[in-house]
Nanobody, 126 residues
């Protein structure tokens, strides 16, 4: 059974940094394309960043481009989201998600992801 577990969330001041981790179990990380999404209170879940199976291609939402970076370490079965220059509007619950097996998909569509973590809260104080 595939499980995704996020960690690394917390409270940080505006301008600060956090690194979120997503530990994958039940199958090797190389089996999945990975994505990060977030959901703020009263808002829909939105795409943040994605990385393909081989890690060659990464994608980011315009709102986080240049500040957030997605990466993966297949040896550790863990994906990451490095978040720098955090803003109050980044406050949300952050979810990691996985797509498998390899196929054509829309990296920014939550509906195309097969597995989801439980989420981790990120709160940015201004």
């Amino acid at each position: 059974q595939v499980q995704l577990v996020e960690s690394g969330g917390g409270l940080v001041q505006a301008g600060g940094s956090l690194r979120l981790s997503c530990a994958v179990s039940g199958r090797t990380l190389s089996s999945f394309a990975m994505g990060w999404f977030r959901q703020a209170p009263g808002k829909e879940r939105e795409f943040v960043a994605a990385i393909t199976w081989g890690g060659v291609n990464t994608y980011s939402a315009d709102s986080v481009k240049g500040r957030f970076a997605i990466s993966r370490d297949n040896a550790k079965n863990t994906a990451y989201l490095q978040m720098n220059s955090l803003k109050s509007e980044d406050t949300a619950v952050y979810y990691c998600a996985a797509v498998g097996p390899q196929r054509r998909y829309y990296y920014n569509s939550p509906d195309d992801y097969d597995y989801w973590g439980q989420g981790t809260q990120v709160t940015v104080s201004s």
